[in-house]
């Protein structure tokens, strides 16, 4: 993958943590890893839970609806067999409002 290889840090947004995934070129440069940093949690604080950039990168990737309907239903079914009731994350409520 060369400069194109995946770097991943957490990041607490207030409400979840978020997987943030960049690219070597951005990791190895700490001022751009500040921005991207820097810009993703203020969009955090901005609506108030999950960062919009976020949101919108989810948005846009590509699932067919029933794998992600069958996925969702067997990690209902492994949660519930586990005694824990599933419930939608602030991020999942976001998406829907929008």
């Known amino acids: 993958y060369g400069p194109h290889r995946i770097f991943y840090f957490y ?3 207030g409400g979840e943590i978020a997987r943030i ?4 070129w951005v990791a190895e440069n700490r001022e751009l890893l500040d921005f991207a ?3 993703i949690l203020k969009q955090g604080e901005l ?6 950039v976020l949101t919108r990168a989810h948005e846009l990737a590509v ?14 079914r492994a949660l ?19």
């Open 11 to 13: 990041l607490n947004t």
């Open 47 to 52: 609506t108030g839970g999950y960062p919009y």
């Open 80 to 98: 519930i067999s586990r005694g824990i009731l599933p419930r939608l994350s602030e991020k999942e409520r976001w998406k829907r409002t929008v």
């Open 37 to 39: 940093h820097g810009a």
């Open 63 to 76: 699932i067919k609806a029933q794998e992600k309907a069958n996925l969702e239903a067997m990690i209902e």
């Open 21 to 24: 995934e960049v690219p070597r």
